[in-house]
């Protein structure tokens, strides 16, 4: 197991060197030019130059790439172009709250959507189930923004229950967070019903029945463990995204997190900070998919022997 | 006047099972499918029966049937009557249901394959039989599913261990080990041996042969060979189209075959001593159970068909003593 | 008498399954609908999409406005019908390409395998370590925000969901006892490929198909709304929910309609994906 741990991590690393040199490359053929934008329309042209010269812009695109990586190694993922503060200390000054936000919605939506799907496929053919199928295609079809906009406008515009935006105070996590959970919800809602409605097909389900076991423990026993362990690549997957998507989210809701300093510094052509951003949350995103495959193992017997045999295989020189 | 008192003595073998009429259909989108029509069986104390027919007679249907265990919708029980003990399990509720299966009826199913729960341990979910119709401690449940894993000649070692560890004819093992464990009065074979290697299969059937006399286990045994009849049953049930056309001891069965289906089920087996240069199965194929036909069921491919056939269906007559024939040839009317 | 089962074409079968969806039917009306209205926009919209009449704005539906002015002016009513026509080209198009070049990666992946295999799949795990959202943005940005741009931008981040899907199939689909009967009898392996490969391997590609364009159309709203899609003055409906932002104050319904227009769209290919799928998978039947 533990082979297969390090196996992944060190998998990770060609991955981020091609992620960086994707980004470096995407950048290149940006028709912006940050030492314009910086330059501003007054300098002459010899200032202008000179800013690439110290922007390191007029180097190849090798030496680019290696200073890059060289740099990264020592934690230095350059200054901002804008606002010429070091990328890396900002980056993590304004990455928990875009973390807390992800788990925050993710958490509410494992909450709401597990027991909806289970209920959804233990009451198949009725009412309930159409309603909740319905519910969750609503959800998923909604876009999170405007969904996002139509919740402050009733809780904070309207009725003044909740803030409009900022996070200084805890209810300001309430929208954000429902905002987002609710289309996470109806995804797992509805991989947990489609998951549970083929467990129950399946023979050791009868199984436990002919055992003389109840219907409960049937399916909280039996049933909806199995059908659990597909739906957690699901969440792992869909928290990964939420670090993603979580960036409208900030700009919504003014949340000082990495979604809203990413997309600041897209606008801005500001290279250090986009190379520094899509490097960082593509890292941690590989690194939520390695702990959801790990956690995987664990669960699932028939995949934790695999890596157990391999392992033996391995030892005894098969 | 006293009268010369005749005191008659026969072995009176209880009867385990009484099915009577039961008429089982399933209701799907396209078409009801009549699965079941009109069944009527017995089983006796300590009997094995042979549940014999090809795939699609019902015989798995009449066996869920039994432990109400269909997928309710779309199947339904539309009558009959089924006595286990003199009570009809018709009538009794899920809760007491619950109590007899597993307990007092217990059931296997065809594939070993996928009839264990993967991810949960073998000796666990033997455990778990026991303890739910025992009051017991854990620790005693667990040491009773070790002494059945033992029973079916697996090492209790093994019992922490998971299906996908163990081979087919192993689990087929485990599933046993779980269906006796309770020490069930009446059990259920699907076609156990059919997913299994013809070694195996052996010496699964002989194991269950030794178990079922030694724990004194009425059987009903579903399968589509009739090998593994001659070798285990005492009686034979022959299904065709949810009926059952043929009944009687297994000699009645394999020695003075009765019913034009049966006698075609011998012929088409291959014979090692024969020198026929083709195999002969019976023409035709099973009637399309959404749309039954009128009179015998059997009447399209049967070789004796009279036309009377095509339009009543036969009664049952007893050919012999314990006998039954469904078929105009030796009466029905 | 009983007679043998009829047989019956996959194509009219699987139209049958489906016509019993009630709710697949009216999206597959729907969605019908929502390209007429694209493709009739400028006969239907009683005013051009750009037209301004600063002294009517932000009104209330009335006669002259069916559905009320925006900030500047202009009619909500034709904007949205207008708006059909950029949310489905960066539903449908960024679909399609992210579907052909997904397809044709994944089907030589997984036909060819070794290194040929290897190689790509490779590639794919560095493609997909980017949430997909970030890529959609980071080469929205990149690229310079316009329609074509972020139709570009919505396909590029889409491709490897089809490629793996694809490869997927076909690996499947390769191993079947049935393609092995196919060879046994000397079928010639064009023909597998043909008559057994592409037919099973397109089921999940279609139903997968259908359902990203619900999620094309919302990222491309929302790649409007943030500005960096469809730019001023093209009528797009995340970027008419961007436009109302700053009014919900005294305007709340303004953000409204437009949004109401992304969900019944996306809703109606979700429930048309749904419903394929159920056709196509025999097994997914109860």
């Not at chain 2, 073998?13 to 989108?29: C, F, Q, R």
């Not at chain 3, 961007?242 to 429930?271: E, K, Q, W």
Request: charged share 20%; glycine share 8%; hydrophobic share 45%.
């Amino acid at each position: 197991m533990g082979r297969y741990i390090g196996k992944r991590l060190l998998l990770m690393i060609p991955i981020l060197l091609g992620i960086s040199l994707i980004v470096l490359v995407l950048i290149d053929i940006t028709p912006g030019d940050p030492a314009r934008i910086i330059a501003g329309s007054t300098a002459t042209e010899e200032e202008y130059e000179q800013i690439r010269e110290d922007l390191g812009l007029n180097d190849p695109l090798i030496v680019r790439y290696t200073r890059f990586i060289a740099n990264s190694l020592r934690g230095d993922l350059g200054k901002s172009f804008i606002t010429k503060r070091a990328v890396w200390p900002d980056m993590m000054a304004r990455f928990p709250y875009t973390l807390l936000l992800a788990v925050l919605s993710t958490v509410l939506s494992i909450i709401i959507g597990i027991p909806l799907g289970v209920y959804a496929a233990t009451n198949q053919y009725s009412w309930k189930d159409n309603l909740a199928i319905i519910a969750s295609l609503f959800c998923v079809s909604m876009p999170a923004f405007w969904f996002a906009l139509l919740l402050i406008q009733f809780f904070a515009v309207k009725h003044r229950i909740l803030p409009m935006a900022g996070i200084e105070q805890w209810q300001g996590w309430v929208l954000p967070v429902v905002s987002l959970a609710l289309g996470y919800a109806s995804i797992i809602s509805r991989q947990m019903r489609s998951n549970m409605l083929e467990v129950i097909r399946q023979d050791y389900i009868i199984t436990a029945r002919a055992k003389g076991l109840s219907e409960h423990k049937v399916l909280y026993r039996h049933a909806l463990k199995n059908a659990l362990i597909p739906v957690i690549m699901t969440v792992g997957t869909m928290f990964g995204m939420s670090l993603g998507g979580a960036l409208i989210a900030e700009v919504i809701f003014s949340i000082p997190g990495l979604g809203n300093y990413t997309l600041t510094g897209l606008v801005n052509r500001d290279y250090p900070v986009i190379q520094g951003s899509v490097l960082f949350l593509s890292a941690l995103f590989s690194i939520v998919i390695l702990l959801i495959d790990i956690v995987f193992a664990f669960i699932d017997p028939r995949i934790r022997s695999q890596y157990v045999r391999a392992k033996r295989r391995v030892r005894e020189g098969t | 006047m006293i009268r010369g008192l005749r005191i008659e003595v026969h072995e009176v073998a209880e009867n385990i099972l009484e099915i009577k009429d039961l008429v089982v259909k399933y209701h799907t989108d396209d078409a009801v499918i009549h699965a079941v029509n009109g069944v009527n069986l017995t089983v006796k104390k300590g009997e094995t029966i042979g549940l014999v027919g090809e795939t699609g007679a019902g015989k798995t249907t009449i066996a869920r049937s039994i432990l109400r265990i269909l997928q309710t919708p779309p199947a339904k029980i539309w009558g009959g009557e089924i006595i286990f003990k003199d009570e009809d399990i018709m009538q009794k509720t899920e809760k007491e249901m619950r109590k007899i299966r597993g307990n007092q009826i217990a059931m296997i199913f065809q594939d070993p394959m996928t009839a264990l729960n993967p991810i949960e341990r073998v000796g666990f979910q033997i455990a778990e039989a026991i303890g739910l119709h025992n009051k017991i401690s854990r620790a005693e449940a667990e040491r009773r599913a070790c002494d059945m894993l033992e029973m079916v000649g697996i090492p209790m070692e093994r019992y922490n261990e998971y299906p996908h560890q163990f081979s087919g004819g192993m689990k087929q093992r485990v599933v046993i080990a779980m269906a006796l464990a309770c020490n069930p009065e009446l059990l259920l074979a699907d076609e156990p041996t059919t997913a299994l290697d013809v070694t195996i299969q052996a010496q699964v059937l002989e194991m269950m042969q030794s178990l079922k006399e030694k724990l004194g286990t009425s059987v009903i045994l579903i399968t589509h060979d009739l090998g593994v009849v001659a070798q285990t049953c005492d009686s034979v049930a022959v299904v065709y189209a949810g009926e059952i056309v043929e009944y009687g001891t297994a000699e009645h069965i394999f020695d003075h075959t009765a019913h034009p289906y049966t006698i075609g089920l011998f012929n088409s087996l291959p014979k090692l001593d024969s020198t026929e240069p083709r195999l002969k199965p019976i023409k035709g194929l099973m009637p399309d159970p959404t749309n039954l036909p009128k009179g015998c069921s059997f009447c399209e491919r049967c070789p004796e068909a009279m036309e009377k056939c095509a339009e009543k269906s036969p009664g049952v007559t007893e050919v012999a003593p314990g006998h039954f024939v469904k078929c105009f040839l030796v009466g029905g009317e | 008498m009983s007679k043998p089962a009829k047989k019956k074409s996959g194509l009219s079968e699987t139209w049958r399954q489906l016509k019993k969806n009630k709710a697949a039917v009216v999206s597959l009306f729907i969605i019908i609908a929502v390209a007429l209205v694209a493709i009739f926009a400028p006969f239907l919209a009683p005013y051009p999409y750009d037209e301004q009449n600063t002294k009517r704005a932000l009104e209330p539906p009335s006669e002259d406005y069916l559905l009320g002015t925006d900030r500047l002016g202009r009619d909500i009513l034709s904007r949205l019908i207008y708006g059909t026509r950029q949310s489905l080209q960066m539903g449908v198009v960024a679909t399609v390409i992210a579907a052909v070049v997904g397809v044709i990666i994944g089907a030589v992946a997984g036909y060819y395998g070794g290194w040929v295999d290897n190689l790509l799949m490779r590639l794919l795990d560095i493609y997909q370590s980017i949430p997909m959202f970030l890529l959609c943005v980071t080469l929205a940005a990149v690229l310079g925000p316009s329609l074509r741009n972020a139709v570009i931008a919505i396909g590029i981040s889409m491709v490897p969901g089809f490629a793996r899907l694809m490869r997927a199939s076909i690996l499947t689909v390769r191993e079947m006892e049935y393609v092995e009967a196919a060879k046994s009898i000397n079928a010639s392996n064009a023909r597998i490929i043909y008559k057994h490969i592409i037919p099973n391997a397109i089921a999940p590609t279609i139903v997968s198909l259908t359902m990203s364009i619900g999620g094309s159309v919302m990222a491309g709203a929302g790649l409007s709304f943030i500005g960096l899609g469809v730019q001023p003055p093209m009528a797009e409906w995340g970027a008419m929910i961007s436009d109302a932002r700053n009014y919900m104050r005294a305007h709340g319904t303004l953000a409204l309609y437009p949004g109401i227009c992304i969900m019944i769209t996306v809703l109606a290919f979700n429930l048309l994906g749904d419903g394929l799928r159920d056709a196509l998978d025999p097994r997914l039947k109860n």
